[in-house]
C-alpha cells in the first residue's frame, strides 16, 4: 500500500515539478519580459530548485565515450555480454587507430568490477570504470530495478547473485584465461562467496579479488547502517520494509524493498549536509555558477536515482551479512544452479592474491570489516594479501574522486600488474564473443594491517601469479 501511495504522490507532483522547470528557464532567460526584474535570479533559482526536489530521477547512463591512455585518446564501446533476469554484464570495449597504443590494449589484464546491489545503479561507479580503463579490459555488473522484472522471472536471492559473478567470473575466464575481480561495497560478501565456491570445487579462481568498503565481518566497528541491520529483527524488516510493486510496472505483484525507502535511508543519515548542499546550489544559482551548479546536478542525478531490490535478496541480506555473520562464523550454505548446497569456506583460496581497501571516514562499513577478508583467506600467502587504507576518505571516496585517483588507483594497478600472467593470442578457431547479448532464459521461481600498500610493484611474481603463467589460456583484446 505505501508503494501506491508514493507512486500516486509522484504522479500528482510531476505537473507541478514540470511547471517550476518551465518558469525557471522563464525567468532565467534575459529576452523574456519575465527576465526583466531584479529578481528574476532568485525567483528562477528558487523555481529551479523546486523542480530538482520534485523531478522523478531515471537510470544514469555511464557516457564513457573516450579515455585518454598515454596521450591517445581511445574509443569505447559500451555493450552487453550477458543479459540475465536481474542483471546485464556490460563490456567497455576499447578501439584505436594507433598500433602501438593497439598493441598496448592487446596487452592489458581483464577486471570484472562487481559493482554494488544495494539502492543505487552500478554507474555510481562510473569515475571507477573510466579510470580502470586506462590500463585495463573492464566489465562491469549492472544490476536491474527489479520493479522492472517480470514476476514470471522468478525471485533473485543472494544465492543467486553469488552464482550470476561465478558465471561472469567463467565468461571472462573463457575469454582471457583469468581474470582480475573488483568488488565494492556490497558485493564483498558475495564475491567472496564465489570466489570460495569456486576453489572449493578446484576450479581456476581470479588472480586477484579487490575488495573495497565492504562488510565481510560487519561486527568490527559497526556503523549506523549496520546498527540498524543487526539491532531490529528479520521479521521486522520482512514486515516493515518490503511491498508489492503497483501496477505500471513490469514488475507489478513482485515483493521488493522499494528504492524510495533506502534512498530516504541515505538521505536521513546525513540531513544537514544534504541541507546546506541543496542551499549551497541555491545561491551559486543567483551567483550564476555555472561550474558548482553543473557539479551539483551531476552528483544528485547519480545520488538520486534508485532501484528496487527483490524481497528474498534483501532479507538474504540482512539475515546473512549483518544478523547471522554466516561468513565469518563459517556457516553460510550457498545453493547453486543445480540446486545443491555448497559450503562457502574462504580458507579454501589458495591461488588467488586478496587486497583490501578501507577509507578512514568510511560511515557504511567501518573500519576492519573489509581488512578482515585477509585473515579469513588463510590459505593464501601473506606475500600475496595486501591492505590499504586511505587517510581522509569517506566511503565514495575509495572508489571515486581524487583520493580514488591518486591514492587508490596506483596501488591496485600494481597489486594487479605484480599477480598476472602474459594472455596469449585466441587461437583461430576460438570462438568470438558477439556484438549481441547473450540471452539467459529465466530461472524457475524458486527460493533460492598495513596501513600503507606494499612496494608492490617491485616485488617478484608470487607463487599465484607462477602458478598462472603456466595455465594454457586463450585471449583476447
Known amino acids: 500500500m505505501l508503494y501506491q501511495i508514493y507512486e500516486t504522490q509522484r504522479s500528482m507532483m510531476e505537473p507541478f515539478a514540470d511547471f517550476a522547470h518551465a518558469a525557471a528557464k522563464l525567468y532565467s532567460n534575459p529576452t523574456s519580459p519575465f527576465g526583466q526584474n531584479i529578481f528574476t535570479q532568485r525567483v528562477s533559482a528558487g523555481y529551479d530548485l523546486l523542480y530538482r526536489l520534485g523531478k522523478d530521477y531515471v ?41 602501438d597504443t593497439l598493441s598496448k590494449l592487446k596487452g592489458q589484464p581483464a577486471v570484472l568490477i562487481v559493482a554494488p546491489l544495494s539502492g543505487h545503479y552500478a554507474t555510481l561507479l562510473r569515475d571507477t570504470v573510466r579510470t580502470m580503463l586506462r590500463d585495463h579490459k573492464v566489465y562491469i555488473t549492472d544490476w536491474k530495478n527489479a520493479r522492472i522484472v517480470p514476476v514470471s522471472d522468478g525471485p533473485f536471492s543472494l544465492d543467486d547473485y553469488v552464482n550470476d559473478v561465478q558465471e561472469f567470473i567463467r565468461h571472462l575466464q573463457g575469454i582471457y584465461g583469468n581474470c582480475h575481480v573488483l568488488a565494492v561495497c556490497q558485493p564483498t560478501v558475495p564475491v567472496m ?10 576450479e581456476t579462481t581470479p588472480l586477484t579479488m579487490t575488495l573495497m568498503g565492504g562488510p565481510i565481518d560487519a561486527r568490527k566497528s559497526p556503523t549506523a ?5 543487526m539491532n531490529k529483527s528479520y521479521s521486522w524488516f520482512e514486515n516493515n520494509v518490503i511491498f508489492r510493486v503497483p501496477q505500471g510496472f513490469p514488475g507489478k505483484g513482485r515483493k521488493v524493498y522499494p528504492g524510495f525507502l533506502q534512498h530516504t535511508g541515505f538521505v536521513t543519515m546525513n540531513p544537514d549536509k544534504h541541507l546546506k548542499s541543496h542551499y549551497d546550489y541555491f545561491k551559486d544559482l543567483i551567483k550564476g555558477d555555472d561550474a558548482s551548479t553543473e557539479a551539483h546536478r551531476k552528483f544528485y542525478d547519480e545520488y538520486n536515482a534508485v532501484l528496487d531490490m527483490d524481497a528474498d535478496y534483501y532479507l538474504d541480506t540482512i539475515r546473512i551479512v549483518f544478523q547471522d555473520f554466516a561468513l565469518v562464523n563459517g556457516t553460510w550454505h550457498v545453493k547453486g544452479v543445480e540446486g545443491t ?24 562499513s567501518g573500519a576492519g570489516q573489509s581488512e578482515a577478508a585477509l ?3 588463510s590459505g593464501v600467502d601473506d606475500a600475496d594479501k595486501a591492505h590499504l587504507d586511505v587517510k581522509g576518505a569517506g566511503h565514495y571516496g575509495i572508489f571515486s574522486g581524487r583520493r580514488w585517483r591518486e591514492v587508490v588507483y596506483p596501488q591496485l594497478k600494481n597489486f594487479i600488474l605484480a599477480h598476472r600472467f602474459e594472455e596469449k593470442q585466441a587461437a583461430p578457431l576460438a570462438k568470438p564473443v558477439q556484438d549481441a547479448p547473450k540471452k539467459v532464459a529465466p530461472k524457475a521461481a524458486t527460493k533460492a594491517s598495513a596501513k600503507a600498500s606494499p612496494k608492490l610493484a617491485a616485488k617478484a611474481p608470487t607463487k599465484v601469479a607462477q602458478k598462472a603463467v603456466s595455465m594454457k589460456a586463450a585471449a583476447r583484446k
Open 225 to 229: 547502517v549496520n546498527d540498524l541491520a
Open 341 to 364: 548446497m555448497e559450503h562457502v569456506r574462504p580458507q579454501d583460496i589458495k591461488t588467488t592474491a586478496v587486497f583490501s581497501v578501507e577509507g578512514e571516514f568510511d560511515d557504511i
Open 59 to 99: 537510470k544514469p547512463t555511464f557516457d564513457i565515450k573516450t579515455v585518454d591512455v598515454d596521450g591517445v585518446d581511445v574509443a569505447i564501446h559500451e555493450r552487453i555480454e550477458i543479459d540475465k533476469p536481474f542483471c546485464e554484464l556490460r563490456r567497455f570495449k576499447r578501439f584505436s587507430d594507433d598500433t
Open 193 to 202: 562467496a564465489a570466489v570460495s565456491l569456486m576453489a572449493s570445487r578446484g
Open 375 to 377: 585473515g579469513l583467506c
